[in-house]
């Protein structure tokens, strides 16, 4: 079975606990959902899978030329040693490759589509990026070098992947001893936290012993609530602007900047920096004080019609995707590629209409606008 087929067969699954999560959200009074934003998410995740199809020949392909040709060891694929030994890798692995996709620009541009919700539920868990097939390979070829079979990266992999499901949720408290070992809810949600105390912290996949062991562990404070997004908020529901915006950013920068040092360090140093002279402020005034409350979320109110539409549109382009995946191994690369775009300009026009001010709204907004003035 082809890993693509194993995410269809969990996805009614993953629409059971989202199911599940909404309706002890609403039955509490602690409703974490809007429609928008949550056709939003998983648009981006159905595009990501089928990136990922296409994009799945080259990533695996260098993987199984570094085992083939580089391997110090001959580990069979047979011995529960291995896998185990080869999840522990993997997850290990993945705490810095997720680390750096916080610290360095290159893979921030490809990690920052999974933050960009202002809600945090498991809806935001299926959002995910389209570009990281460029450069996250890198981070996992140890396992190929020391001898992990190509079977058993993958199969690690997805279940890394699909462990981290579950702590998308702020309806599941803290769990005790659980947290202190673990990626759980508690812990995750301050990763996805734009809160100072928060920025940066808990990258463990599986594991959060790594984040203890090499100083970006932080626990969720009783008096800081997590808010939840990116600092540079996205303000769209287009999934081709979500991919795109941090790209779009850094090569700006990279224009600005003057010399070959200056324009590789934009992408590798920190998304936030600055090449000198790009209209910084001056150096002697302090930069103010983040305020994670500030700003409002992004939120156009839809008719009701709009809202139809939009979830009858993504309904059909979610059967489209399912059917694209579980048959995607007999289709020629082209029509994957049609697929795809198919897909993407589909969720891009359930973005416009999740994106579109009822009547109504439009005209008390201008009323109130002209009462002001």
Not at 74 to 93: H, K, R
Not at 100 to 118: C, I, K, M, N, P
Not at 234 to 248: C, E, I, K
Request: with cysteine; net charge neutral.
């Amino acid at each position: 079975m082809q890993p693509a087929q194993i995410i269809v067969l969990v996805t009614p699954l993953f629409f059971l606990l989202i199911g599940i999560e909404l309706w002890v959200g609403l039955r509490s009074g602690r409703n974490t959902y809007r429609l928008n934003d949550a056709l939003s998410s998983i648009g981006l995740g159905m595009l990501s899978q089928l990136v990922g199809v296409l994009t799945g020949v080259f990533t695996l392909g260098i993987y199984v030329w570094v085992f083939e040709h580089t391997a110090l060891l001959q580990l069979s694929a047979g011995s529960p040693w291995v896998w185990g030994l080869g999840l522990l890798l993997y997850d290990f692995l993945y705490y810095w490759h997720h680390r750096f996709g916080h610290t360095t620009a290159l893979f921030w541009a490809a990690h920052a589509v999974h933050h960009q919700s202002e809600d945090y539920n498991l809806s935001t868990a299926l959002r995910q990026t389209s570009s990281g097939w460029l450069a996250g390979w890198i981070f996992y070829l140890p396992m190929a070098v020391i001898g992990f079979p190509p079977l058993v990266f993958v199969v690690v992999a997805l279940i890394d992947l699909l462990y981290q499901y579950w702590v998308h949720t702020q309806q599941i408290g803290r769990l005790g001893w659980f947290d202190r070992w673990f990626c759980s809810p508690s812990n995750h949600r301050v990763h996805h936290a734009v809160n100072d105390p928060y920025l940066d912290r808990n990258y463990g996949g599986i594991l959060i012993v790594w984040d203890r062991m090499f100083g970006s562990f932080q626990d969720e404070l009783d008096t800081e609530p997590c808010v939840y997004g990116t600092r540079d908020a996205l303000r769209s529901w287009n999934p081709l602007r979500a991919n795109w915006q941090v790209y779009g950013d850094l090569l700006r920068k990279t224009r600005s900047a003057t010399g070959l040092r200056d324009k590789l360090r934009v992408w590798w140093e920190p998304a936030h920096w600055q090449p000198p002279g790009a209209g910084l402020p001056a150096p002697e005034l302090p930069e103010p004080r983040y305020d994670p409350r500030a700003q409002q979320r992004y939120d156009p109110l839809m008719s009701a019609a709009g809202r139809r539409a939009a979830l009858a549109a993504f309904v059909l382009l979610l059967g489209a995707t399912a059917a694209t995946l579980w048959w995607a191994h007999l289709m020629a690369p082209w029509q994957q590629a049609l697929c795809l775009i198919a897909v993407a300009a589909g969720m891009s026009g359930v973005g416009r209409l999740c994106s579109a001010t009822s009547t109504a709204h439009a005209s008390a907004e201008a009323h109130a606008k002209g009462v002001s003035s």
